[in-house]
């Protein structure tokens, strides 16, 4: 069986609550999003979870993993497989992704898989690249998707990447893609323009439109900017 389900997440630092401190309550509808993405995720009972997301380069890394923000000024951990076992911090988008699965695990609301995989995906690689990465991602038995990255940071004046009009639309588009599990639409996102608008999530969700091989019904979990970076989540779970 290729792949069965898909979640997307953003992974601003600010997920974690302890960073937030006490903004945390801003993020609230956000985190909820997100657990219920990773929940229909681990439903589907996937045999392996593979979570990706934008790095330095395209790697598969080694387990165990161990996500870390002490780089964020806060003590938080997040592992899978032996917190014993110590190993290189993952990057921040696998880490927020690491971070939601344990978040998940141990809710208790969930089966473990058989394997858990992470990967990451170098921000400029060409749409062909990542179609071939999700393709071969793709041939793993019974693989669940949690494909992490943001949208704009361009959605107003305070945003990383200042105001630009073409932001919105951009969005918009990532986000109707999304919400109708379109693998043709997230594949025809223009990298030249989304590396522009400071878009983390252009070469993750190409990787997951590359692993689609057949249909799969999307539903919009999440869509806003706060703080001028746009975060969107969604499912994609058996047509």
């Known amino acids: 069986m290729p792949l069965v389900a898909a979640a997307v997440c953003p992974h601003p630092p600010v997920i974690v609550p302890e960073i937030a401190a006490g903004a945390a309550d801003e993020l609230d509808d956000l985190r909820e999003a997100c657990d219920e993405a990773v929940a229909r995720l681990l439903a589907a009972e996937p045999h392996i979870v593979c979570v990706l997301g934008a790095g330095p380069a ?98 107003h004046l305070k945003a990383p990447g200042y105001l630009d009009p073409r932001a919105e639309s951009f969005d918009a588009t990532v986000t109707k893609a999304l919400s109708d599990a379109d693998p043709a639409a997230l594949l025809a996102l223009d990298p030249v323009l989304a590396d522009e608008l400071m878009v983390a999530g252009r070469a993750p969700w190409q990787v997951l439109a590359g692993a689609v091989t057949a249909p799969l019904r999307g539903e919009l979990l999440y869509d806003h900017a706060p703080y001028g970076v746009q975060y969107t989540v969604a499912s994609w779970e058996p047509a």
């Open 58 to 155: 395209t790697a598969d890394h080694s387990y165990p993993f161990r996500a870390s923000f002490a780089g964020w000024g806060v003590p938080v951990e997040a592992h899978l497989g032996d917190p014993a076992t110590t190993g290189p911090a993952l990057p921040l988008s696998v880490a927020v992704g690491v971070w939601l699965l344990r978040r998940a695990l141990d809710a208790g609301r969930v089966r473990r898989p058989t394997a858990w995989q992470v990967a990451t995906v170098h921000p400029g690689t060409p749409p062909q690249e990542c179609v071939r990465f999700g393709e071969r991602l793709g041939r793993s038995t019974s693989l669940g998707l949690l494909a992490v990255g943001d949208g704009s940071a361009c959605r």
